[in-house]
Every structure is written in C-alpha cells, then in structure tokens.
C-alpha cells in the first residue's frame, strides 16, 4: 500500500511539473460546459460562475450546485466545487468555491461575482477572487484577481460572448514559478431549434498558442440532454449529460486526453 500510494504522489507531481497546461488548478466549469468543449463564454448557466461570470445574469432563482472531478481517474488531482446563484431583480449575485490538488499541492478559490441585464441584450459581470496555495515543505501564499464578462444577445438564439481572467497577471510572489492563469476567451451559442444547441469558443492563454473548442446539446426530451465537443489544441473529445427532475439537476461529463486519459465529472443542482 505504500508503494503504491508513493508511485501515486510521484506520478501527481510529475505531472504537475511537466504537464502545467495538462494539469493545472484551473476552475472547473462544471459538467454541462465541459460536454460542450470546456468553454462557456456565450452559454448561460449555473455554472457559468465558474466560466463568464455574465452568463448568471439570465438567473432568476437562487440556485446551489456542487461538483466533483477525478482528473485522469486519479483520487490525488481531484476538484471540489460549489456555487451559490442569489438574484435580485436584475442584479445577480454569485459565489463560488473551489478546491483542487493533494497533500503535496493544493490550491483553493473562493469568487464573488456581481451580474446584471443592462436591457433586454446585454449581460455584464466582475468578479474578485482569492487564491490560496499550499505546498509540502515551502509554506502557503495567497494572491487576489479579477474576470470581466460580457454577453450579448441577437434575437432569441444568438449569443455571443467574452470573458476576461486575471487581467492584472496577480501571482503567488512568495512561492516562484506558481501563476495564476492569464487569459481570454471568445465565444457564440446559437440554438437552432429548441431541442438542438451549438457552442463554439476560441481560448488563449499568456504565452500559448490559442485552442478552439466546438460543441453540441441535443435535448432527447424535456428532462434528458446529450453533449458532446472538441477541442483543436491539444485535441481532447468531451461527453455527457443532463437529467432534470422538477427543481433537481444532474450533469455528468468526461474528457479524453489521448495521452493522459479520461477524467469524468458530476454535479448537482438545486433551484429554490
């Protein structure tokens, strides 16, 4: 068992250290926006606190949701977590908590985001975040950061949308080569029916190449939704769904790394 559980920490941190864009505490943006490419700039949902922070807007009822991630099938790089959605009148507020690693590197999140309709079109967001990181043997740091989110409605199956992470390059300055992730994404929604959704989205992160990701929704009835996308760079495939009962959610999800494997995903959801 302890062989085992020492191959374990050792594979994590090799990843960690040699695979950052693979495996990093990036925010999980829940399963539904993972089935559909892992992006959401332009889609509108619960979890969009934890992808544009404008896609909240749109809510009308206090909502909670949690989810769970096993990255790559392994219990050590697992992420943990939670939303609240509270509105008032056109205003919209969101918080949101974030736990990603394991005993040798953890880090956390907790967000605060305001939304709000300006109209009938359009939905802006601003969000303040605390970072916290710990690792084994050299201490903790915490930083701060903010997102801008932005989306625009054409019509009624039109959205188009952007979003803005860490402008301000925040870093964790007592612990080197530990970064906050920089970057900005663009994205459009459209739904072609009311049972069939597409999603695309392009991302790019602070000195990387950018990914594009497309993905589609198909509502096999009122309660059950099908997904599935891609994305270019690297490639992964994307797959799951959503079965709804009354004021209950649930959403599973899986990704496909072709070297690291899958890493699938739950959540559940609750409106008030």
């Known amino acids: 068992m302890l062989s085992f559980r020492f191959f374990t920490m050792k594979r994590c941190l090799f990843l960690l250290?040699?695979?950052?864009?693979?495996?990093?505490?990036?925010?999980?943006?829940?399963?539904?926006i993972t089935a559909l490419g892992s992006i959401g700039p332009?889609?509108?949902?619960?979890?969009s606190m934890q992808s544009n922070p404008a896609g909240i807007a749109s809510i009308r009822k206090v909502s909670i949701a949690t989810s769970y991630e096993s990255e790559y099938f392994n219990p050590d790089l697992s992420r943990q977590s939670a939303v609240i959605i509270l509105p008032h009148k056109k205003n919209v507020y969101g918080i949101n908590f974030h736990n990603y690693g394991f005993s040798v590197y953890n880090e956390q999140r907790v967000g605060f985001a305001y939304a709000k309709i300006f109209g009938e079109e359009i939905f802006a967001a601003l969000s303040f975040n605390y970072h916290l990181l710990s690792l084994h043997q050299y201490g903790s740091a915490?930083?701060?950061?903010?997102?801008l989110g932005l989306q625009y409605r054409f019509g009624d199956n039109l959205f188009v949308g952007a979003h803005i992470a860490n402008p301000n390059a925040s870093t964790y300055n007592a612990v080197s080569?530990?970064?906050?992730?920089?970057?900005?994404?663009?994205?459009?929604?459209y739904r072609f029916t009311?049972?069939?959704?597409?999603?695309?989205?392009?991302?790019?992160?602070?000195?990387?190449s950018a990914d594009f990701?497309?993905?589609?929704?198909?509502?096999?009835?009122?309660?059950?939704?099908?997904?599935?996308?891609?994305?270019v760079n690297p490639f992964m495939q994307f797959a799951g769904f959503g079965y709804s009962l009354g004021s209950f959610?649930?959403?599973?999800?899986?990704?496909?790394?072709?070297?690291?494997g899958?890493?699938?995903?739950?959540?559940?959801?609750?409106e008030f």
Do not use: C
């Not at 009311?194 to 991302?203: A, D, I, Q, R, S």
């Open 17 to 32: 250290v040699f695979l950052p864009f693979s495996i990093s505490a990036q925010i999980g943006p829940g399963p539904r």
């Open 42 to 47: 332009a889609l509108q949902d619960t979890w």
């Open 142 to 147: 915490d930083s701060y950061s903010f997102e």
């Open 177 to 189: 080569n530990a970064s906050i992730p920089v970057y900005l994404e663009f994205g459009v929604s």
């Open 194 to 208: 009311n049972e069939l959704l597409l999603n695309t989205g392009v991302k790019k992160y602070l000195n990387s």
């Open 213 to 231: 990701a497309i993905g589609m929704e198909y509502s096999l009835a009122g309660w059950l939704a099908a997904r599935g996308g891609v994305t």
């Open 249 to 260: 959610r649930f959403d599973a999800a899986t990704s496909l790394h072709s070297i690291l």
């Open 262 to 270: 899958y890493s699938p995903q739950i959540a559940i959801s609750y």
